[in-house]
């Protein structure tokens, strides 16, 4: 007589959410995926946008080959092939205030013999200015990144500062330190083949989405329920009993399992007994249509810009598009004005005729994009397990060891998938 498995809930079809299904889904069982907007993805979709007549991503976000959660997750939906990988692990630059461009050359061995080479480091820096990295694998929960780098050096604003930036969504002068740590042991520990730039060929969702669900509807997984937003959970003391949702309420057997794959905001609505970091902050990421398509030096995926209101430049075909991190000033500007400020410093980097005129152009804005990655909000991460003996939680924001990005999100849902069936005897 067969088994039957324990039914599981996953509320969030979030790249966590969708991790966790997918490690669940390969051990036998078939999840049930609630989401509260009309798609899956979450920050990491794509859409098709009537402004630029255009497939854009809600975003861009910085992937690189030594990604192991990544990697693994792309292997296991059969969509490897959908991540683009750089040949070399270069990243050029520009400082928009001086015309002053330069590209990081990592070599791509383990030793880090590039650093002996003036024209692959930072310009004006020395090789003894790297190993201040090494600070941060020694800092203490309340230390900040700042505190680990000299800010009066080059090195400080032409990469430490942007690089903070870019993948904790949080200044230096705020951020934690330990979180910044995982990401220089990829770059500097592991050689320049952990530290490629990758790029989906086509977009967010159909590397990272699309194949997820294919892959599970394959499986005879049931579809996910869009529109179904959770309004409450039932709890006695140590178990969830049951799901409301505003349509339905799902009881949940004494053998049952519930994963919530949702924002900290929301679990603290539903949980407030769950401690989850308190603040977050903004990401403003805007697309531009160009006349031409246009290339990046050496055929990068990406442009960093030093001294300007934009961050980093991503290009697909005709599609240019710029990332600005911990932007909850410029977010509360009117789209026009954003675009004003950042088209300029775009037409720069591009090198297009002085006086270009502005675009067709998008702006989106994401006012609570990720947690305030701060050393208080580092003590506020919770773990996969919680009080309740058949809840976890899946997300970027929660207890993973690493930063929140698409690398943190997917590493999550694997753990809280790992615990599950380590719970059921699968493990």
Not at 167 to 180: D, E, G, K, V
Not at 261 to 282: D, H, N, Q, R, V
Not at 315 to 322: E, K, N, T, Y
């Amino acid at each position: 007589m067969t088994k039957v498995q324990p039914s599981v809930h996953i509320v969030g079809a979030g790249l966590a959410g969708l991790a966790c299904a997918v490690r669940l889904a390969q051990a036998g069982l078939k999840p049930a995926l609630y989401e509260a907007a009309d798609h899956a993805g979450g920050r990491c979709r794509s859409y098709f946008d009537p402004a630029l007549d255009r497939l854009i991503d809600n975003g861009n976000h910085l992937v690189l080959s030594g990604n192991v959660a990544v990697q693994g997750y792309l292997a296991d939906i059969g969509a490897t092939d959908e991540l683009l990988i750089a040949p070399e692990p270069a990243i050029p630059f520009i400082d928009l205030r001086t015309g002053q461009r330069w590209t990081l050359r990592p070599n791509q061995g383990r030793f880090p013999w590039w650093l002996f080479l003036k024209d692959r480091r930072v310009p004006d820096s020395r090789v003894y200015e790297y190993l201040a990295a090494l600070k941060l694998a020694l800092a203490g929960p309340e230390t900040r990144i700042a505190e680990c780098f000299d800010a009066k050096k080059p090195l400080y604003e032409r990469f430490w500062e942007p690089l903070t930036i870019a993948i904790l969504n949080t200044s230096p002068q705020t951020a934690a330190a330990r979180l910044l740590w995982p990401v220089m042991a990829l770059l500097f520990g592991k050689g320049g083949k952990a530290a490629l730039p990758c790029q989906p060929r086509e977009g967010l969702s159909q590397t990272f989405i699309d194949p997820a669900l294919a892959w599970l509807a394959a499986r005879d997984c049931p579809a996910p329920s869009f529109y179904t937003r959770l309004k409450a959970v039932e709890r006695t003391n140590d178990q969830v009993k049951g799901l409301d949702f505003a349509s339905q309420r799902i009881n949940i057997p004494t053998d049952g399992k519930v994963v919530l794959a949702l924002p900290p905001a929301g679990i603290s609505g539903l949980l407030p007994e769950i401690t989850t970091p308190e603040k977050s902050c903004a990401i403003v990421n805007a697309h531009f249509r160009l006349q031409t398509p246009c290339a990046l030096p050496d055929d990068a995926y990406l442009l960093g810009l030093v001294g300007a209101t934009s961050q980093w430049l991503f290009l697909r075909g005709d599609i240019a598009s710029v990332t600005i991190s911990a932007a909850d000033d410029l977010a509360t500007e009117s789209a026009e004005i954003i675009a004003g400020k950042i088209w300029p410093e775009i037409a720069t980097a591009l090198g297009l005729t002085a006086g270009t005129p502005l675009p067709p152009f998008r702006i989106v804005k994401e006012k609570r994009a990720t947690f305030a990655q701060t050393p208080a909000s580092l003590s506020r991460r919770p773990g996969t397990r919680t009080r309740f003996t058949n809840l976890y939680l899946a997300g970027d924001w929660t207890d993973t060891g690493l930063p929140a990005t698409i690398e943190g999100a997917i590493l999550s849902g694997h753990k809280a998938a790992a615990a599950i069936l380590k719970d059921i005897g699968k493990g």
